[in-house]
């Protein structure tokens, strides 16, 4: 095996761990300050209000577009899974009608098998 003194790459591994615990001791302190929370906040409400300057630029664009916005498209969402809803109960409604009106109709007589076609369906050629 080599020499751990004489390696280039043990001496490196223990550059850069050097290099980092130094770095990390720097930030903790950083962090540690008042300004850098001051500053952290300052660049949080910086982006918050681009973004909020983006979303209207983009909501305008898409309007000159005449396409719907994302505020649109979910109040879409909404009110197609509302009726989505609403449809789901009325066939479950017709389901308990039919069932309640099959069971009336048991005792009720066969209709007779159709003898004659109509002409939609060929029944006579002339």
């Not at 898409?62 to 989505?84: D, F, K, V």
């Not at 809803?85 to 009325?90: A, H, N, V």
């Not at 009720?108 to 029944?123: F, H, L, V, W």
Request: net charge neutral; charged share 25%; no cysteine.
């Amino acid at each position: 095996m080599t020499d751990k003194i004489t390696d280039p790459v043990a001496l490196w591994q223990k550059m850069v761990g050097e290099m980092e615990k130094g770095f990390n001791s720097f930030a903790n302190k950083a962090m540690e300050t008042p300004e850098f929370s001051q500053a952290v906040n300052r660049a949080g409400g910086v982006a918050a209000g681009a973004q909020k300057q983006f979303g209207d630029l983009m909501e305008k664009y898409l309007l000159s577009m005449n396409l719907p916005s994302r505020e649109q498209m979910t109040g879409i969402a909404e009110r197609l899974q509302s009726i989505e809803g609403q449809l789901g109960e009325i066939k479950s409604m017709l389901s308990q009608m039919s069932t309640s009106s099959g069971a009336q109709q048991v005792g009720a007589a066969p209709r007779p098998p159709r003898t004659k076609r109509p002409p939609s369906e060929g029944g006579e050629q002339k």
